[in-house]
T-cell receptor, first 114, second 111 residues
Framework: KAGVTQTPRYLIKTRGQQVTLSCSPI?????VSWYQQTPGQGLQFLFE???????NKGNFPGRFSGRQFSNSRSEMNVSTLELGDSALYLC?????????????FGPGTRLTVT | SQQGEEDPQALSIQEGENATMNCSYK?????LQWYRQNSGRGLVHLIL?????REKHSGRLRVTLDTSKKSSSLLITASRAADTASYFC???????????FGSGTKLNVKP
């Protein structure tokens, strides 16, 4: 089975621009979560989508949004980029196996805001 | 927000030695999972331990869980230079679709 894929892997944007990141989950996984990882804040949960609906949301401003399509692929959008949005953005697809919830991560998208 | 803490924050050992990392969490959990992250890359799932388990093994990895102390430890035996990475624990609650990550331990294995 192919793993979680994220595109693009690297991205450089200018402050004030917007960006869209894409994530394709493992085949059969219906849940996709997004995380932001920075040296100072560690891994922070952004949101989770399940069957095209946002099921959970972290404490991020409304500039961060996402969506999920019927094929479970997900996109994350950040509008009006700020320097502090520079981070590694990780996507994880999830499944429940024997009653246990497991997440599998993609390689991440490294976003640099200048 | 993060609910776990890991210690030590950084660990440097020689190849062949054992490495032990600890993780504490704050609320009752359904399971706890350990991940490895090589520099700037995604997280690799290592092992899952359920709340009703006390110990689990996978190859050179041994994980323990003490729910009374809300803590877990990851032991890597006979470490190798390739084990150099950051290690994170993540707990899930019974409302299971949320992960809470620890702050991570950066392990350096010197050849």
């Amino acid at each position: 089975k192919a793993g979680v894929t994220q595109t693009p892997r690297y991205l450089i944007k200018t402050r004030g621009q917007q960006v869209t990141l894409s994530c394709s989950p493992i085949s059969g996984h219906r849940s996709v979560s997004w995380y932001q990882q920075t040296p100072g804040q560690g891994l922070q949960f952004l949101f989770e989508y399940f069957s095209e609906t946002q099921r959970n949301k972290g404490n991020f401003p409304g500039r961060f949004s996402g969506r999920q399509f019927s094929n479970s692929r997900s996109e994350m959008n950040v509008s009006t980029l700020e320097l502090g949005d520079s981070a590694l953005y990780l996507c994880a697809s999830s499944t429940t196996r024997q009653g246990q919830y497991e997440q599998y991560f993609g390689p991440g998208t490294r976003l640099t805001v200048t | 927000s993060q609910q776990g803490e890991e210690d030590p924050q950084a660990l440097s050992i020689q190849e062949g030695e054992n490495a032990t990392m600890n993780c504490s969490y704050k609320t009752s959990i359904n399971n706890l999972q350990w991940y490895r992250q090589n520099s700037g890359r995604g997280l690799v799932h290592l092992i899952l331990i359920r709340s009703n388990e006390r110990e689990k093994h996978s190859g050179r990895l041994r994980v323990t869980l003490d729910t009374s102390k809300k803590s877990s430890s990851l032991l890597i035996t006979a470490s190798r230079a390739a084990d150099t990475a950051s290690y994170f624990c993540a707990s899930t609650q019974y409302n299971f679709n949320k992960f809470y990550f620890g702050s991570g331990t950066k392990l350096n294995v010197k050849p």
